[in-house]
């Protein structure tokens, strides 16, 4: 067998590819959040609720009627994407007058409120959902066995996030969002409907979480705090990040998944914690964040 | 001589009194968790209400706290004024490490960072073999207050427990109103200018969050005393949100807000706690209704209804 650093090789990668995984998640949720940010100015806590409704969407297309995995992976985030929109206009726009920490704490009650109904309706144990027959099994890298799946989920991922990365910094739709997130009145001043715009920021953002749950729903059970576990690691994420850049975001994202694996390798006990020690660095040598612009 | 206004001082005696009179009607049990709850929140509202900023990591002081004044009366048999001051100096060294990282920045990335440490703390305590992870720490003895008052009376532990609240909430009221209070507001209002006038800003936020972590500290000692447990729920972000509810439901940056807030959320969760989720569907709903039409909470509506500060 061969080592590498006298762990097994099939073992390092293994978690090294675990590592992308949660990475990716990471990466499509800090994405999201940066890029409400940037337009709405508060941080999404809701954003966890949002990506297990993506996971309990596909769960419910799929039970109640019928839709398979692919459809779902279009459709889930389409109907959480409308849900986040409705939340934008009825409730959240209410907020923008106001300091940015009352977007915090709405959103915050939001997600209680999100995650408590799942609860009662759901129970807290959590439902099974089969991965698709085309993405079962496995495949002989030479160097190790992937899951089928596991390979689908980092592929995804990368897709969307770059796609997500390109809509925003290639093209003219990218350019007035960009543009009104460094001066909105100016933009509006142009003929550009900002509120608008503002909306639709907000469903794309939720939806790009909700395609983050329907791809988590095959490896997590589908249970109400499976957003929960994810959204307090993805805030050190977003500190680490700094929230001034995409591409930041997703390669943040990224990084902090594979460190997150290798540290299960090397050192399990500190697996849970090391996003967070990894923050304290960076507060402490770069408090505005890796990609983060200066105050 | 703590700076209470005409109408405060009303308004403590109020206080007092409903303190003094309320364990003969109501269960002393109950009222304890509401006391510790609201020395808790009125530590809180020491950062938000008067620094503006908010911490979403609160409950790690709290836990710590607990756990610390548990562990040393279970372990060492410490006296229990002993076992709550040790829960205080926990939470004031754990507020100046994590304060230290987490005022650096201010804002949506102060409570996230806070947030996030919060959660480090969470996992620490999962792991740490002094916690006993998901069991906790259980059936803590409350012993003798001083080698000679009995607490296992739960009549004598709700007085002691009052004291300390009172202790704590007047501690917090001087702080804020001392010249350093008002820095703290200043620094609140126009923190450039602070800077501009010669405060050394980052140094009042820092001894503001110790300080509120002390107390905090101190209140999940009280709370790890009367109930004789510690578990990984005061540390958990849940607890984190619970204290952020009590604040904002009586009225951010009002001095007697979080105890108000503490009695309502306290009793909810009390008669709630049979529907199971529908406690947290609650919570949320009131965070909602509180940031969208509710903004100054029980006392600050009140205040402003009868035109004073309370």
């Known amino acids: ?295 | 001589m703590f700076g209470f206004s005409r109408a405060q001082s009303i308004a403590f005696v109020v206080m007092v009194v409903l303190i003094v009179v309320s364990p003969f009607v109501l269960y002393p049990v109950f009222l304890m968790r509401v006391l510790t709850a609201a020395l808790f929140a009125t530590a809180f509202n020491l950062m938000i209400g008067y620094v503006g900023l908010l911490s979403f990591g609160h409950a790690a002081f709290f836990g710590m706290g607990s756990y610390v004044a548990a562990w040393t009366m279970k372990t060492w048999h410490v006296d229990a004024a002993i076992a709550i001051i040790f829960g205080g100096l926990t939470g004031a060294i754990l507020g100046l490490v994590l304060g230290y990282l987490a005022i650096r920045r201010s804002g949506i990335y102060f409570a996230m960072i806070t947030l996030a440490l919060a959660q480090m703390v969470y996992f620490f305590c999962l792991e740490a073999p002094f916690t006993g992870g998901e069991d906790g720490i259980q059936q803590v003895p409350r012993g003798r207050l001083f080698g000679v008052i009995n607490l296992n009376n739960d009549m004598t532990m709700y007085w002691v427990v009052a004291l300390v609240f009172l202790g704590g909430f007047l501690f917090i009221h001087r702080v804020i109103h001392s010249p350093f209070g008002q820095v703290l507001k200043g620094i609140r209002e126009n923190e450039p200018r602070a800077t501009s006038l010669g405060y050394r800003t980052d140094d009042y936020k820092l001894i503001a969050f110790v300080l509120s972590c002390m107390i905090a500290g101190v209140a999940g000692g009280t709370k790890a005393l009367v109930f004789g447990i510690a578990t990984l729920t005061d540390v958990h972000y849940s607890t984190s949100g619970e204290v952020v509810l009590t604040t904002l439901l009586g009225g951010l940056g009002t001095v007697f807000g979080p105890a108000m807030g503490a009695l309502v959320v306290t009793s909810m969760e009390n008669y709630l706690a049979q529907f199971g989720a529908w406690v947290t569907v609650t919570q949320g709903v009131i965070f909602m209704v509180c940031v969208l039409a509710f903004r100054r909470g029980i006392i600050g509506e009140l205040g402003a209804f009868l035109r004073i500060s309370l």
């Not at chain 1, 019928?66 to 726009?93: M, N, Q, R, W």
């Open chain 1, 1 to 295: 067998m061969i080592m590498i650093f006298g762990i097994p090789a099939p073992l390092l990668f293994g978690q090294l590819l675990l590592g992308l995984i949660n990475g990716a998640f990471y990466a499509m949720l800090s994405l999201g959040l940066a890029v409400i940010f940037g337009m709405l100015n508060i941080i999404n806590f809701a954003h966890g609720a949002l990506f297990m409704m993506g996971a309990f969407a596909s769960w419910m297309l799929l039970n109640y009627v019928g839709i398979g995995y692919f459809p779902a992976l279009i459709l889930a985030p389409i109907l959480v994407g409308i849900f986040g929109i409705i939340l934008e206009k009825t409730i959240i726009s209410r907020l923008y007058k106001l300091d940015h920490l009352y977007g915090l704490l709405l959103t915050f009650g939001l997600s209680l409120v999100i995650e408590g109904l799942f609860r009662n309706a759901y129970g807290s144990s959590g439902m099974p959902y089969r991965i698709p027959d085309v993405l079962q099994g496995a495949t002989n890298l030479g160097f190790m066995y992937m899951p089928n799946y596991r390979g689908w989920v980092v592929l995804a991922a990368l897709v969307v996030c770059l796609a997500t990365w390109a809509i925003i910094e290639k093209t003219s739709l990218g350019a007035t969002l960009r543009a009104a997130t460094e001066n909105a009145p100016l933009v509006q001043a142009f003929g550009v409907d900002v509120p608008r715009l503002i909306t639709l920021t907000y469903g794309g953002g939720v939806a790009l979480a909700a395609f983050a749950g329907v791809l988590a729903a095959p490896i997590y059970s589908v249970n109400p705090n499976m957003g929960t576990n994810f959204i307090n690691t993805v805030f050190a994420v977003v500190v680490i990040g700094g929230m001034g850049s995409i591409m930041g975001s997703i390669l943040t994202g990224f990084g902090l998944g594979v460190i997150e694996g290798l540290t299960k390798v090397f050192y399990p006990q500190a697996s849970a914690t090391v996003v967070f020690l990894v923050m304290v660095i960076v507060l402490l040598v770069r408090p505005r964040g890796l990609f983060g612009k200066a105050a």
